[in-house]
């Protein structure tokens, strides 16, 4: 296991792991090794299994959905635990704000240049979406990615992706609790703003 994946949890016991790109793991579904049911995603060429699902989590994914839909803009959907596709990564945010695709996404994935906002619903997996999945998202430069911290009740939100450097990272976290307002940016314009307490649990 490699130092940068020390939170993931990787699929498989054995010592030389091996690495799959974005195309190999296409290919594996397409010739059915791996199903809708396999539970797993792609991260920086790993197979990870991903976290169970509890009702918090859960509840707190369609709490957002549905403040998202509020103050969402013309041109833009959002996607739920939908895949994205990055250089060496799919990984299944929890929420994805997205740029309209007119075929609907029916033949591909999201790709980093349409992606506005990735939110993790963090409980059990804090630790991971903070460094892993942060880390991902910032070298895919995406503008913002939003931590939904359950145990500390607040709102992480990171912006100023470094994009491809040797220790990709996002530049700015900023935390909002109770009584604080969340501003929804998108393509670098404010579009809505949520009180926090409606959007956490």
């Known amino acids: 296991m490699t130092p940068q994946a ?3 949890p990787l699929l498989g016991t054995i010592a030389g792991f091996r690495r799959f790109t974005v ?3 296409h290919r594996l579904t397409e010739i059915g090794i791996l199903t809708e049911n396999d539970n797993v995603e792609l991260i920086e060429g790993y197979l990870i299994l991903k976290m169970a699902r509890n009702p918090p989590h859960d509840g707190t994914i369609h709490r ?3 403040q998202l839909l509020k103050g969402l803009p013309p041109g833009w959907d959002v996607r739920v635990q939908s895949a994205i596709t990055l250089t060496d990564s799919e990984p299944e ?3 994805a704000v997205v740029r309209e695709d007119p075929d609907g996404y029916l033949t591909r994935h999201p790709n980093a240049i349409d992606v506005g906002l990735v939110i993790e619903v963090a409980d059990s997996t804090l630790a991971g979406d903070r460094a892993d999945k942060g880390r991902i998202y910032a070298r895919a430069g995406i503008p913002c990615y939003w931590i939904v911290n359950l145990p500390d009740q607040q709102i992480e939100v990171y912006t100023l992706p470094s994009g491809p450097t ?3 990272a996002y530049g700015q976290r900023q935390d909002f609790q109770a009584g604080a307002v969340v501003s ?4 670098g314009q404010s579009v809505a703003g949520f009180p ?3 959007l956490l649990p």
């Open 64 to 66: 957002i959905l549905k």
């Open 196 to 198: 926090v307490q409606h």
């Open 6 to 8: 020390a939170h993931l």
């Open 23 to 25: 195309p190999e793991y």
């Open 166 to 168: 040797a220790l990709p």
């Open 93 to 95: 945010p929890d929420l």
């Open 184 to 187: 929804l940016t998108l393509a």
